[in-house]
């Protein structure tokens, strides 16, 4: 990197860093032994690394040393940009005059609160007796910024540095990662992404929050009788919003429609069991425009005379001789048959599902404990701390061939953790951890940055120590792990095809014969939520037991069945769901599109809106500045009318923001540069574009009166309680 000062502010253009080799260097006459710094995302991953390099240390303020060796740590984030003022004290005032604001060097400077570690660590990277500067970060385009602002600031030069790159805490692995280190130009392109992703969110936010606050602000803060209202934009979260308040309004637009529906009731074995009726091609009602899709009609008195037609056509008499004491009575009693035309069995599989990833997780979480995306994160991030876990920050859900070879490891630690050691002593024993690396969990070229994540088989020590809710995640994450090495669960099948003249109801019926990998991944939790997630996977199969489905294979076709009635079962239609937490990482990830089918998720895979690493941030932000609302028992999320209110503003004056596709190729751009598919000053072109273009917008159309009504509307809607 090229530094200048100027007034106590640092300037940074790019350039390629030299190196300085040898085993020892000489300055002002002295002789200085080489030494190697370890530098750390925080305190305890240092110490972890201390304890990695088995080399005894002695504790200073913000560093620890041996003969060899220094290990030193960040506390996340040691520097920041500078803030507009800082560039020229006109930028202070807000006014239209001073936009758009588009620097053309960035200014970093040191966050006030961390700035006697910041020292520590600079003088470090400095000391002449440093030869070699291992990057210990999080290894991932967030941690590789922390670092790089650091060496940027501190004017690290004439240093050999060298990348860990790490997938888990455990020592195996930490050392692994410091003999494969790679030289720090290697990961130039990531630190680019870095670097640019940081100057999108700063010049978006400084400059359309700006702009709206000075154009619409007035308009939202005297609407709602405060005294000042910022309008906070920002390249993620206001599409975050915008999902929200859509969702939201399809909810309150929603008009319920009632449909029916004719199910025969059938005989067999003494069990009843449901025949529905379908408009299928031969019906006299196939194609009609009464029809609410083909299994019902849209007005009851349709579905009336279908009932009375099947009523009719399957109606046989039989007489039964009644003998009493008289012997002369006798009754005809009148019952219904169906004939039985087409009888189908087959087994159906069920595979394991794909490893966890920080999405998938979040969204189970949430569905199963209740808790938030941050929360979870929070959580796994601790796990993976105390070595149970891999890297937390992954949107893989596979894992690499390499590890894949060495997973015997794993799941030799998980036989010492006491709900898993059957299940792991029995996947050792099968042997069937082997040849894993040919199936669809492991995939080199689903991988960007780290793998699934999945259990170390260590640390368990520490397991016991943490809370429940943290002991919970772990076994979620544990059982998704072994499911992978267990067969598919087996479904018998058998669909019934009944037939009353020119009328055919189907029946279908579904039996588990082989739990297959469910008797690991079933984790145990309450009724409700059981219920809930039987309610997401809602099939027409009948659930029943293998004596009753042995009946069911006995039949064959043109079999008569006994039909005890007709009735009419009345529906309505639904409106779409709110999203939860969970489900709103996953329509984040994928875009905005809510996709729940796990294989279809994979195929659009990289076109998601924010990071692993900051969508559930993000989530908490718009609930900190009181644009959602976050329901701590259930997890759903809805919009408040200052929310909706912003997003009337957003929407008539930069309306992209909202589009989630637009959102996610800014982040596809981002990739783009990482790959080296795209140079840097290729992004800011065009982000510095779109940033003018869009500016120039609203200073050129006022949309005050127009946005005066669009809040009227919106505040009828919270005026009994609010939001």
């Known amino acids: 990197m090229n530094f200048r000062k100027k007034n106590g502010i640092l300037f940074v253009a790019p350039v390629r860093f030299l190196y300085r080799r040898g085993a020892e260097e000489t300055r002002k006459g002295q002789i200085y032994m080489n030494k190697s710094v370890f530098i750390a995302e925080k305190p305890s991953v240092a110490q972890e690394f201390a304890k990695a390099l088995k080399v005894k240390t002695t504790r200073h303020d913000g560093y620890l040393e041996s003969e060899n060796t220094i290990v030193t740590w960040c506390v996340g984030h040691l520097v920041t940009m ?102 720090l130009s290697a990961y130039d392109n990531l630190s680019a992404s870095a670097y640019l992703r940081a100057k999108e969110d ?18 939202v803060s005297n609407y709602l009788g405060n005294k000042y209202q910022v309008i906070s934009v920002g390249r ?45 091609e031969g019906s006299r009602y196939f194609q009609s425009p009464d029809l609410y899709k083909e299994n019902g009609f849209k007005d009851r008195n349709r579905a009336e005379e279908l009932k009375g037609i099947l009523e009719r056509e399957s109606a046989v008499s039989m007489t039964n001789e009644l003998s009493g004491s008289n012997g002369m009575a006798q009754q005809t009693a009148p019952v219904h048959q169906a004939v039985l035309e087409k009888i189908e069995k087959k087994k159906e599989k069920k595979n394991p599902p794909l490893l966890y990833n920080l999405a998938e997780l979040q969204n189970d979480c949430s569905r199963m404990f209740k808790i938030s995306p941050d929360e979870t994160l929070r959580v796994v991030q601790e796990l993976y701390e105390k070595k149970l876990v891999t890297y937390p920050r992954t949107d893989a859900r596979v894992l690499s061939t390499a590890v894949a070879k060495e997973i015997s490891r794993n799941l030799k630690g998980l036989t010492r953790y006491q709900m898993a050691a059957p299940f792991a002593q029995e996947i050792l024993e099968a042997g069937s951890f082997q040849g894993i690396e040919k199936t669809r969990y492991v995939n080199d070229k689903q991988i960007t940055d780290h793998y699934a994540i999945i259990p170390t088989g260590q640390g368990l020590q520490n397991l016991g120590r943490l809370p429940q809710i943290s002991q919970k995640v772990y076994q979620v994450i544990v059982r998704r792990f072994l499911s992978v090495f267990y067969p598919a669960a087996v479904y018998q099948k058998v669909s019934l095809v009944s037939a009353v003249g020119k009328e055919k109801l189907f029946s279908s019926f579904k039996v588990l014969v082989e739990e297959g990998y469910l008797k690991v991944a079933n984790v145990p939790s309450g009724k409700k939520e059981e219920d809930a997630k039987n309610a997401e996977e809602k099939t027409d199969d009948i659930q029943c037991d293998a004596a009753f489905l042995a009946c069911l294979q006995k039949l064959k076709k043109g079999a008569i069945l006994p039909v005890d009635g007709y009735e009419i079962k009345e529906g309505e239609t639904s409106p779409p769901k709110r999203y939860n937490s ?16 796990e294989e279809l998720r994979a195929q659009i895979k990289g076109s998601g809106i924010g990071t692993s690493a900051t969508r559930a941030e993000i989530l908490k932000k718009l609930v900190n500045i009181k644009y959602i609302s976050l329901n701590k028992k259930t997890q759903v999320i809805t919009p408040t009318q200052l929310g909706e209110m912003i997003y009337e503003v957003v929407n008539a004056s930069i309306r992209a923001l909202l589009n989630p596709e637009l959102t996610a190729s800014w982040e596809k751009g981002l ?22 273009v869009k500016v120039g917008g609203v200073l050129q159309v006022n949309y005050q009166a127009a946005l005066r009504s669009r809040y009227d509307s919106i505040a009828g809607n919270y005026r009994k309680g609010g939001k």
């Open 236 to 280: 993620v979260m206001t599409c975050v919003l915008g999902m929200v308040v859509r969702r939201e309004r399809e909810i309150r637009e929603f008009v319920k429609t009632p449909f029916y529906r004719v199910l025969g009731k059938f005989l067999l074995e003494g069990r009843t069991f449901d025949g529905e009726w379908r408009a299928v």
């Open 671 to 692: 990739n783009y540069v990482a790959e080296g598919s795209i140079t840097s000053r290729e992004y800011m072109d065009k982000l510095e574009h779109f940033i003018r």
């Open 582 to 597: 969970g489900t709103m990482i996953l329509a984040m990830e994928n875009a905005g599109q809510l996709i729940e089918d």
């Open 202 to 219: 700063y010049l978006m936010g400084i400059n359309f929050s700006r702009i709206l606050t000075l154009r619409y602000g007035n308009s």
């Open 82 to 183: 500078s803030y507009p003022e800082v560039y020229d004290i006109k930028y202070k005032r807000w006014t239209l005059e001073t936009l758009p604001f588009l620097p053309g060097e960035f200014k970093y400077e040191v966050i006030p609160s961390v700035k006697k570690q910041f020292e520590i660590v600079k003088g470090l990277l400095n000391r002449p007796d440093v030869d070699t500067i291992y990057v210990c970060t999080d290894s991932g385009r967030e941690g590789e910024y922390i670092y790089r602002l650091v060496a940027q600031m501190a004017g690290v030069r004439g240093k050999k540095e060298k990348r860990v790159w790490i997938d888990s805490q455990t020592e195996e692995e930490i050392i692994r990662g410091i003999k494969e280190a790679k030289d």
